[in-house]
């Protein structure tokens, strides 16, 4: 146990509990109750410094680094490329042609966005074969890459976990991974299926607390969404917006927890929130995966959506508050809420702590333009704090669960990132879940000439119309 993870009270009260004994054993001290004082004394002590001990045991976890997919040129679908598409498609019924060309007109999603080949052929074809072959080119991509990036083999991995959430094939894509790299025969596999776009964080949640467990360990984390059996060709409106919004996409990230990687290290692990709305029945039923009448499965969309997700940002920045902002908004917010309740006058609004006193960078999940809108109303964002997620979407679509990593790789494709700067990834997914991870700089970081965003990040930001021209 390192001294450091020692709260300063805890090692001020030893010391002087220590001298006060020390002093005490040097009296002159016969009597036979005395002597059983000190006794007593004694293992009071040892029993309390060992207890706090316990209690301050927690390894620090460090994110060595990360990469993001960045799809061939041949997966590219231009909107000239999706118009024809979806009117191929929808021969039979040009009016759900037309609503899905406005919903990619409004998304705020750019030219360069890609497919799996599946999906572009007309009609599409969801088998499993292509779906497969789509989840091999991505995790093995992004494997390959995070290996090369960190110097890691196949046999340092001790953790595993893989979330995607409608592909889960038999075997996982955990032994999928297993068999290509061989990996060990004792590592701790697991696959997560059916989290919504937060699994990554939910991902990351489940690897910090392993490696509380497991120490010297290294944890390999990929996050996908497949898409390839994700295509709706069905009729109802709220099923047929997922084809517009949703690309190909993934991150794999390594981390630590030891301390040997501290300074190599991109980031420190600070806090994983997570917050759930699951029983609530309106939350439960915002999003789901249903067959429609036709007998086309989709995922419906509840019009309840963007209320179902302020209440689940709202538990979650309740939880994480209290653990991030500085001393004057945890007063503002308490001296607002007990005036509310004393004068109970509607004109005393909730206060809004200003998060920007705590954090440096913001990575919002970059689901649509409506999420990234409502998100920066929500926490009083600027244009600025939004735009590593606004970018993201434009360029590589909403790749569910990955998303919040695009945004971080855009900031630090920008040369934004200094050491000490506070991270604040978010991301929002079906049940209902809200999910926050936060990140601390270890170092600073350098313009990288690879990466997702190599190739094309002196072209950002660029403004992005209400409605773009097709």
Excluded at 147 to 163: E, M, Q, R, W, Y
């Amino acid at each position: 146990m390192e001294l450091r993870h020692l709260s300063f009270p805890t090692l001020f009260s030893a010391i002087i509990a220590f001298l006060i004994g020390t002093f005490c054993f040097r009296l002159q001290m016969t009597q036979p109750e005395l002597k059983m004082l000190r006794v007593v004394y004694c293992a009071c002590f040892i029993s309390y410094f060992l207890y706090r001990v316990v209690l301050a045991r927690h390894r620090t976890i460090y994110l060595v680094d990360f990469v993001c997919f960045r799809p061939p040129p041949s997966c590219r679908v231009p909107f000239s490329t999706f118009v024809e598409h979806c009117y191929l498609c929808f021969e039979s019924s040009p009016k759900d042609a037309n609503f899905q060309v406005r919903v990619l007109e409004k998304s705020g999603l750019g030219q360069a966005t890609s497919l799996p080949p599946a999906v572009q052929f007309v009609p599409p074809e969801p088998t499993e074969a292509a779906a497969t072959a789509e989840s091999r080119l991505v995790i093995f991509s992004l494997v390959d890459e995070i290996f090369a990036k960190t110097g890691l083999k196949p046999s340092d991995i001790d953790v595993l976990v893989v979330n995607c959430n409608v592909f889960a094939p038999t075997p996982s894509l955990t032994s999928m991974i297993i068999n290509k790299y061989k990996l060990r025969r004792n590592v701790k596999a697991y696959n997560l299926s059916g989290m919504g776009c937060s699994a990554e964080l939910i991902a990351l949640k489940l690897a910090q607390n392993l490696l509380q467990v497991h120490s010297n360990s290294y944890a390999l984390l990929l996050s996908t969404e497949i898409i390839t059996p994700c295509s709706y060709l069905g009729k109802e409106r709220p099923m047929l917006v997922t084809n517009c919004l949703f690309r190909m996409g993934g991150a794999a990230l390594i981390i630590s927890n030891r301390s040997s990687d501290r300074r190599r290290a991109k980031y420190r692990l600070n806090h994983v929130i997570r917050t759930h709305l699951g029983a609530d029945d309106r939350a439960y039923d915002c999003v789901q995966q249903l067959d429609d009448e036709q007998g086309y499965i989709g995922f419906a969309l509840s019009k309840d959506l963007p209320f179902i997700a302020g209440e689940a940002l709202r538990a979650n920045i309740t939880a994480l508050g209290p653990l991030v902002l500085p001393i004057s908004e945890k007063l503002m917010f308490v001296l607002n809420l007990l005036r509310r309740k004393l004068f109970d006058d509607p004109k005393f609004k909730p206060y809004i702590p200003n998060f920007k006193r705590a954090f440096d960078h913001f990575c919002i999940h970059a689901g649509g333009r409506a999420v990234i809108d409502d998100l920066q109303k929500s926490l009083r964002l600027s244009a600025e704090d939004v735009e590593a997620s606004r970018m993201t979407l434009y360029r590589f679509g909403n790749t569910s669960s990955s998303s919040p990593w695009y945004s971080l790789g855009y900031t630090e494709a920008k040369g934004r990132m200094q050491k000490g700067d506070r991270v604040w990834q978010i991301a929002l997914g079906s049940g209902f879940k809200c999910s926050s991870a936060v990140w601390t700089c270890n170092r600073t970081i350098s313009r990288a000439a690879e990466g997702a965003w190599a190739d094309c990040i002196d072209q950002y930001p660029v403004q992005i119309p209400d409605a773009m021209n097709v």
